[in-house]
């Protein structure tokens, strides 16, 4: 399995978030994905890698997710919140203002001059930190994505998108849940346009993946799936029901399995083997896995209670599916065991495959 990191990953280094009414140290912190690199370093599983994208080619892949004026803002937000105040250099840019979504509410055709009410536009909380290399981080985390997808599409059994900030929160054209980039959407669209005319995303975070939910809600050629703590208690609160389950001619085509607070491996396999049937009734040619390790039973921020030794179970499950797979790193906030726990599912699945 060849791994794809991102060297640009470190540069994106919230110092506070807000968490459930108050400011605390960011959860979503580089040493995540330094524990997964270490890991890998101790039980190599194939090649390690960064990408070779020419910046062109990165934009494309970019591009057929997110919109351009998303895009355009995320690109200068870190110099337009400088140029707010100087004093803003050294400190991380977070909302304050949104638009509600209610249609008499605020508009949000007209773009603010205001840098702060841009950031509330394009923003669903105030716990994702922006700083003055999060645009960079994003960037390369998607160049992964994009290099492990292409590395599937010509033959590859799998491969690993190694990367931080996460990305399966982001939607077309807003950020939150510590997500700027949807890495996982970007995957699956470069496997649809490399000729896979039915594609799988299966998400396996604790958290539910609204992002990738919300940017192929209306298509009938990206399955979406996620597993996920119940949206009644649990982050991001506002989507992630049973009952939605597409629309238009994406009708039937997003499935969302959540489950209660406290849910063992038990439930939790029970849930994963009917969104691997759901996977296969809908014939898909790959499968994309945004693959969150917040499911662990230490997990500072989640609620399952999955232990290290589990994940080898999980990844041959994924495994069984039969299918070239991507795999997206996601949450996972645990950060002294989020390496063995990352690097179990994939031996897990490549024992398998």
């Known amino acids: 399995m060849q791994t794809f990191h991102n060297p640009h990953h470190a540069g994106h280094a919230g110092?506070?978030?807000?968490?459930?009414?108050?400011?605390?140290?960011?959860?979503?912190?580089?040493?995540?994905?330094?524990?997964?690199?270490?890991?890998?370093r101790r039980r190599p599983l194939g090649a390690m890698t960064i990408t070779d994208l020419t910046?062109?080619?990165?934009d494309k892949g970019i591009a057929r997710v997110h919109s351009a004026r998303y895009l355009d803002f995320l690109a200068n937000a870190w110099d337009d919140w400088?140029?707010?105040?100087?004093?803003?250099?050294?400190?991380?840019?977070?909302?304050?203002?949104?638009?509600l979504g209610n249609r008499h509410a605020f508009r949000n055709d007209v773009l603010p001059a205001n840098f702060?009410?841009?950031?509330?536009?394009?923003?669903?909380?105030?716990?994702?930190?922006?700083?003055?290399?999060?645009?960079?981080?994003?960037?390369?985390?998607?160049?992964?994505?994009?290099?492990?997808?292409?590395?599937?599409?010509?033959?590859?059994r799998s491969a690993f998108a190694l990367t931080r900030p996460p990305g399966h929160h982001a939607g077309v054209d807003f950020l939150g849940?510590?997500?700027?980039?949807?890495?996982?959407?970007?995957?699956?669209?470069?496997?649809?346009?490399?000729?896979?005319?039915?594609?799988?995303?299966l998400d396996v975070d604790y958290h539910h993946g609204n992002g990738t939910q919300t940017i192929f809600y209306e298509r009938a050629d990206v399955l979406t799936v996620s597993i996920h703590g119940d949206p009644a208690t649990e982050y991001p609160f506002f989507l992630g029901h049973t009952d939605e389950r597409g629309a238009g001619i994406?009708?039937?085509?997003?499935?969302?399995l959540p489950l209660p607070r406290g849910s063992g491996l038990a439930a939790w396999r029970t849930a994963l083997?009917?969104?691997?049937?759901?996977?296969?009734?809908?014939?898909?040619?790959?499968?994309?896995?945004?693959?969150?390790?917040?499911?662990?039973e230490g997990d500072p921020i989640s609620g399952f209670?999955?232990?290290?030794?589990?994940?080898?179970?999980?990844?041959?499950?994924?495994?069984?599916?039969g299918l070239p797979t991507v795999f997206t790193f996601e949450g996972g906030y645990a950060v002294a065991e989020v390496g063995t726990n990352a690097v179990n599912l994939l031996e897990g699945f490549q024992q398998v495959a």
């Open 273 to 296: 083997d009917q969104g691997l049937q759901a996977v296969a009734d809908f014939g898909a040619q790959a499968l994309v896995v945004p693959m969150g390790l917040d499911t662990f």
């Open 116 to 156: 702060a009410a841009r950031l509330g536009l394009f923003s669903f909380d105030s716990g994702s930190p922006l700083t003055s290399g999060t645009w960079a981080a994003a960037r390369g985390g998607a160049a992964c994505a994009l290099a492990a997808a292409n590395a599937v599409a010509s033959g590859a």
């Open 177 to 201: 849940g510590y997500c700027f980039l949807n890495n996982a959407a970007i995957a699956a669209q470069a496997l649809r346009d490399a000729g896979h005319t039915h594609v799988a995303v």
């Open 82 to 99: 400088v140029a707010m105040d100087p004093a803003n250099a050294q400190r991380d840019a977070l909302p304050s203002v949104w638009p």
């Open 55 to 58: 910046e062109a080619a990165l």
């Open 305 to 321: 209670t999955l232990r290290s030794e589990d994940y080898f179970a999980v990844g041959a499950a994924l495994a069984s599916a």
């Open 250 to 256: 994406g009708a039937g085509f997003n499935l969302n």
């Open 15 to 40: 110092q506070q978030e807000m968490f459930r009414g108050r400011m605390v140290p960011c959860h979503e912190v580089p040493a995540r994905l330094d524990y997964v690199l270490t890991e890998l």
